[in-house]
């Protein structure tokens, strides 16, 4: 199965087995979660995915959809090309390509989050659909998070190149309480990779 990865274990079928649904995706998982949690009238879940049960709803629902679907080819794999290379540096320039790989990855970034910005800027929203936190931003905060917070300092000038973004950011930490715990550890992890980065600096000056 693909990680992330969910496997739901439902009722057992007719030769007595418990039936299984491996879900794979990070957006799908969440979508799931929230459809099935819908089916028991969960209003804490419905006010992130809302179930389709009238126009209005189906609207929403429909603004939050299309974020998991832009995220996956505009943030996320704008990511990956701007992260891998930025981690193993010393791999990519040791075969000449760090620049030719790291630029152009930090050309598409910028694109991305230009149209975030714009999007915030020109709508007057606190959340990427309104003024209500749903998936869509459980989906991109910690993707635009470990790019300029988590202290691997890619984006150092974010919080000036991208000051709605940047707010949007700050309103997500504020509102949303289990984020903060849950995405320490990538903070960690994040810190540790640049004292360990400053020390072989300091090293080769030497």
Known sequence: AKIPCLIHNT??????NTDSNPIGEGSAIMQYICNVSNNTNNSSI????PPPMCLESSQQR????????WYHHNTRNCTLKLFHPYIFRKMYENIGGYEKVFNPGL???NKSFQYIENHFKNNNIMY????NVTIADYMLLPEIDKLFSS??????????????????????NTNISSYKSNYDVVAIAGQAYQERIAVKMEKTEK
């Open 11 to 16: 009722s057992s079928n007719a030769s007595g």
């Open 46 to 49: 419905s006010s992130i995915y």
């Open 62 to 69: 429909a603004k939050i959809d299309f974020w998991l679907s």
């Open 128 to 131: 990427l659909t309104g003024n």
């Open 107 to 109: 050309k598409s970034i």
């Open 151 to 172: 202290g691997y300092g890619i984006l150092p000038n974010f919080q000036h190149d991208y000051p709605y973004i940047y707010q949007w950011w700050n309103n997500c």
